[in-house]
């Protein structure tokens, strides 16, 4: 099973440290071995943009623990307001920059980012099939031949189709919720989505989240022997919630998604969150164990 890091916050911030916890996994600390990719929303520098956020997008299809260009993210620090990170283990589609997360694609003039764990099953990704083999002239069509890709295509189809202008906040996300259990249903499906403003996470067996806020106190990695005092290099008004597929520090009070819950953060704390009634929350050695019965590697 592939893993997901996420960041959202009130102000440009640094995700240096948490990646190189999380890039450890590619490869060292685990076996996700199949390239990685990381996106960021930056703060826009050109006044004629429509949106308010550039996005600078990097993908390597060499391991994380590995990567010049892993190595280039933690030496060069990006400060950004969303940021959606995927380290890979291919279960659908070879180890190509193609078939590499996080994907991108245009929604109303904004570029919407996308990052998937888990596998599609078979009667989906057939159906997918069929749409682009019969010719149908989607919105939106896989460049790669992953199941995470045709997931993502499917979402923004199914959003273009319904919607010929943007809906208002609460309808888009009520949407949204209801677009992910879907895909849920159809397999395993845990993902993080943004826009730049706000990011989504949605948790179909395992996804953790921390915000970080003051008073601030010192993190460790789990994965990397390195300790940071956030209240020596953050202001008094940072927020910045992290979210990850299993927690990256030992020191810190990660909260857990429940199975099937949507949540939509903005400047770092909860804007929509939509939670099943009968909440249930999976160990991660049960999740594993899901992950394997699917047939997504882990």
Not at 47 to 63: A, C, E, V, Y
Not at 72 to 98: D, E, F, M, S, W
Not at 119 to 131: D, G, K, T, W, Y
Not at 268 to 293: F, M, N
Request: charge should be negative; proline fraction near 4%.
């Amino acid at each position: 099973m592939c893993q997901l890091l996420g960041m959202n916050a009130n102000t440009p911030t640094d995700i240096g440290f948490s990646f190189a916890g999380f890039r450890k996994r590619g490869g060292l600390t685990d076996h996700h071995e199949d390239g990685f990719g990381i996106a960021f929303f930056e703060p826009a520098d050109c006044s004629s943009m429509q949106t308010k956020t550039g996005l600078r997008l990097f993908h390597d299809n060499q391991p994380s623990s590995q990567s010049p260009v892993a190595d280039l993210i933690n030496n060069y620090p990006i400060k950004a307001t969303n940021v959606i990170a995927h380290i890979r283990k291919a279960t659908q589609g070879k180890n190509c920059l193609a078939n590499t997360h996080p994907f991108v694609r245009e929604v109303w003039g904004e570029e919407w980012v996308f990052a998937h764990n888990g596998q599609m099953n078979s009667n989906f990704v057939r159906r997918c099939e069929r749409l682009q083999n019969n010719g149908n002239a989607e919105y939106c069509q896989p460049v790669g031949n992953t199941d995470s890709e045709m997931a993502f295509c499917y979402l923004i189809n199914r959003l273009k189709s319904t919607f010929k202008k943007r809906p208002d906040e609460a309808t888009l996300f009520a949407f949204l919720t209801a677009q992910c259990r879907y895909l849920s249903a159809n397999g395993l499906f845990n993902c993080l989505l943004s826009n730049g403003d706000w990011q989504l996470a949605y948790a179909g067996s395992l996804l953790f989240y921390l915000t970080r806020q003051a008073p601030f106190g010192e993190a460790r990695l789990a994965d990397e022997d390195m300790a940071i005092n956030f209240k020596d290099i953050t202001g008094d008004n940072d927020k910045t919630t992290i979210l990850v597929t299993i927690p990256l520090t030992e020191n810190e009070d990660w909260q857990q998604l429940a199975v099937n819950e949507c949540v939509i953060f903005r400047d770092g704390q909860v804007l929509h969150r939509d939670t099943p009634s009968l909440r249930k929350y999976l160990t991660v050695e049960e999740g594993i164990a899901i992950a394997r019965e699917v047939g997504a590697s882990v």
